[in-house]
């Protein structure tokens, strides 16, 4: 796990790193990443004051940044999740937003320069506490699910986060059982529409924080809360049951209704 401190120790280590992966002089289509970024609002009266200001300055604002393609938020309904839990850690909301960058290290330091310059225009909020800010790398491109698509109902995220394995045969063994085994079943669920893998790649937050190596985002419509439930616990069920190895966890494997889905403008640079 790579973790940086968000702010200036961030450009000096991205300065590090440098800016661009090999593409070995043939044409090839830019790496995938996903930024997860988790929130609470700090004043619960002012909610929907917090969301108006995620949904029409903050998401156009980020995609406009270089290689950002698509923002999507959810809000926690997993009933796995009590009230009683400690949201300041957890985050009420989720925000992922897909880039296509064959440099994300400088992709980095563009979305830090927009978050300073959305900063200086007075367009941020004190109601904004990020309890998460972590980069993924897509490891495959997203499984459609086969058969009849749901034609109604609400859209749901399920995020399933894991950690394995002590040894990398152990590892092995388990990344070959989740992608032959777990991800079609999945797929195979009512309402299931498709599910993307990802590795993580970068922590970016002031505190030192851990993260999950493997997330997968499950795309669902389900009729009804209770039913996207359902798949949810499915998921985790067939995790406990079916994994070839005790030797993985899972943090914090949420379920979310979706509540924002916006691509990025046409035409934008």
């Not at 973790?3 to 440098?18: E, H, I, K, N, V």
């Not at 985790?236 to 889905?261: E, F, N, V």
């Amino acid at each position: 796990m790579k973790t940086l401190l968000w702010g200036p120790l961030l450009l000096a280590g991205l300065a590090a790193a440098g800016h661009a992966e090999s593409t070995g002089g043939g044409v090839k289509a830019a790496p995938r990443w996903l930024m997860m970024v988790t929130t609470l609002c700090t004043d619960p009266t002012r909610e929907t004051d917090f969301n108006a200001w995620y949904n029409d300055i903050d998401i156009p604002d980020v995609l406009e940044v270089p290689g950002y393609q698509r923002a999507r938020r959810g809000i926690i309904v997993d009933s796995a999740v009590p009230e009683a839990s400690p949201l300041p850690q957890i985050g009420r909301y989720v925000a992922l937003y897909n880039i296509d960058s064959e440099a994300i290290d400088k992709t980095l330091i563009d979305m830090l320069m927009a978050t300073r310059k959305m900063e200086s225009r007075r367009r941020s909020t004190d109601l904004l506490k990020v309890t998460e800010r972590v980069y993924y790398r897509e490891s495959a491109p997203a499984i459609a699910a086969l058969g009849a698509r749901a034609v109604g109902g609400q859209e749901f995220l399920f995020l399933e986060r894991v950690d394995c394995c002590a040894d990398a045969a152990a590892e092995h063994r388990f990344n070959r059982w989740y992608e032959k085994t777990h991800l079609p079943q999945m797929l195979e669920r009512p309402g299931m529409q498709r599910a993307t893998r990802y590795e993580l790649y970068r922590v970016l937050m002031i505190e030192e924080q851990a993260a999950s190596k493997y997330l997968t985002v499950f795309e669902l419509i389900a009729p009804s809360l209770a039913a996207a439930q359902r798949e949810a616990d499915y998921a985790r069920q067939q995790l406990l049951a079916g994994a070839p190895t005790d030797d993985w966890t899972t943090k914090r494997s949420i379920l979310y209704r979706k509540i924002r889905d916006v691509a990025r403008p046409a035409g934008a640079k």
